[in-house]
């Protein structure tokens, strides 16, 4: 369980909120069921417009992901790879094909199902990077739903203030009521601003590197695996995919200052 992304949330939340009291304001003045219904309500409708069904409701394991998936570290990953190469090497592949429950990895226990099986090789990676960009696409499309809420949110929350706002203008007659009034209009804005950048958009900057980092996993466990295959000598797998992983951090490197 990686409890760092909901502690991070709520840390925000809790900052946000203590520093208000610490100002001299009351909790009270932040209820206002009414922006929440505009803004929360608003988002999730326009949010449902851009998407499908079977992909808005993929959004509770979605946040349950943030939590509770953890990607493995590559030294490991290469290290399991080594070690089934080093198993195949001594007592052939079909000694792995009795080993293969052991791999907890659904997608290296696949890969080596096909080498077990005597797949052409050219077909194992082209039956394994399918299935491993469509995960990627699919999990994309996760982080996106995220990021599009973070975009709608405040604008909701400045619809909900001007609409806030009209209702104080046309009850200008009684003065007492507009300061009340004007703060709740103003809570709206708060709550779309707070959502985007407390919630939405924290999610989605989460999804998106669990996104990367299975990615550079799956390529990573696919070289191997066609190392393995080919017969190379574990050491040289090891060598192999360590420089596989220096060059694509140093290619991410690169991306980013670019």
């Known amino acids: 369980m990686n409890w760092i992304s909901p ?7 809790l900052s946000l909120i203590v520093g208000f009291v610490m100002e001299g304001g009351h909790l009270a003045s932040l209820l206002a069921p009414s922006a929440a219904l505009i803004v ?3 988002t999730f409708g326009a949010t449902v417009v851009a998407y499908s069904l079977d992909e808005i409701k993929n959004i509770p394991q979605l946040l349950m992901m943030i939590a509770t998936k953890k990607i493995p570290p590559y030294d490991e990953a290469i290290e399991q790879v080594v070690r089934l190469a080093d198993m195949a090497r001594k007592e052939g592949l079909l000694y792995i094909d009795n080993q293969l429950d052991t ?13 077990v099986d005597g797949t052409d090789p050219e077909m194992v990676r082209s039956i394994l990077e399918t299935e491993m960009y469509t995960a990627h696409e699919r999990h ?8 599009a809420a973070g975009g709608y949110s405040p604008t909701f929350g400045i619809i909900g203030t001007v609409m806030g ?21 103003f809570a709206a804005t708060l709550y779309g601003v707070a959502a985007a950048n407390v919630l939405y958009f924290p999610v989605a900057a989460r999804l998106k590197n669990l996104n990367k980092k299975e990615l550079l996993l799956k390529e990573l466990q696919i070289e191997g695996v066609l190392s393995l295959q080919a017969g190379y000598n574990p050491i040289l797998i090891r060598e192999r995919l360590n420089a596989f992983l220096r060059n694509s951090s140093k290619s991410e490197r690169t991306e980013e200052e670019e």
């Open 165 to 185: 706002l009209v209702h104080v203008l046309g009850s200008i007659e009684d003065p007492d009521s507009l300061g009340p009034a004007i703060a709740m209009a």
């Open 40 to 42: 929360f309500g608003g």
């Open 7 to 13: 502690f991070g949330i709520i840390l925000a939340v």
């Open 103 to 115: 791999i907890e990895d659904p997608f290296l226990r696949k890969a080596m199902q096909l080498v």
């Open 140 to 147: 994309e499309v996760g982080a996106s739903i995220f990021e």
